[in-house]
C-alpha cells in the first residue's frame, strides 16, 4: 500500500459538502445545509461512504437527499477509485467511482468527476479515527 493510501485509513466525518456550476458560482449544497456522513477506509482495501441530509425535519415536498456505495478501492496518484460492489443507485455496482483527493493534515476533499452541466461538488471530510 502506498504512503498515501496509509495515510487515508481510518474513519473520516463529512463536516462540508459544496458544490460550483461551471462558471464558479455557489450552486446550493447537494446534502442540505446540514450534511453528515462517513467515510470508512481501511487497511484490507475496503471504503464505505455514507452521505446525508442531517436535517431532522425536512421541508414540506422536499426529500432527503442520500447517497451510499461501498467496495474494494486504490489509490492513483491523486485519485481515490472505487470499484464499486453495493450502491445506492444501481448503475453504480459494478464500476468504479473516482475521487481526486487533497489531504491537509486531518482534513480530507473528495472531488468528484465534473457533471455533465460542468458542476463541481466538493466534500470535506475530518478524520475520527486513524487506522
Do not use: H
Not at 481501511?42 to 426529500?63: I, N, S, Y
Not at 472505487?82 to 480530507?108: H, P, S, W, Y
Amino acid at each position: 500500500m502506498s504512503i498515501a493510501a496509509e495515510q487515508l485509513m481510518g474513519t473520516w466525518k463529512l463536516v462540508e459538502a459544496s458544490a460550483l456550476d461551471a462558471d464558479g458560482g455557489l450552486l446550493s449544497p447537494p446534502y442540505g445545509p446540514e450534511p453528515m456522513g462517513r467515510l470508512v477506509l481501511t487497511g484490507a482495501g475496503r471504503m464505505m461512504a455514507v452521505l446525508c441530509d442531517g436535517r431532522t425535519e425536512m421541508p414540506a415536498g422536499q426529500k432527503r437527499a442520500y447517497a451510499s456505495y461501498c467496495g474494494n478501492f486504490r489509490i492513483e496518484d491523486d485519485r481515490l477509485i472505487t470499484t464499486v460492489d453495493a450502491a445506492l443507485i444501481a448503475d453504480r455496482i459494478g464500476g468504479e467511482q473516482i475521487r481526486r483527493f487533497i489531504l491537509d493534515g486531518e482534513r480530507l476533499t473528495l472531488m468528484p468527476p465534473r457533471r455533465a452541466d460542468g458542476a463541481q461538488r466538493f466534500l470535506v471530510w475530518e478524520r475520527e479515527s486513524a487506522g
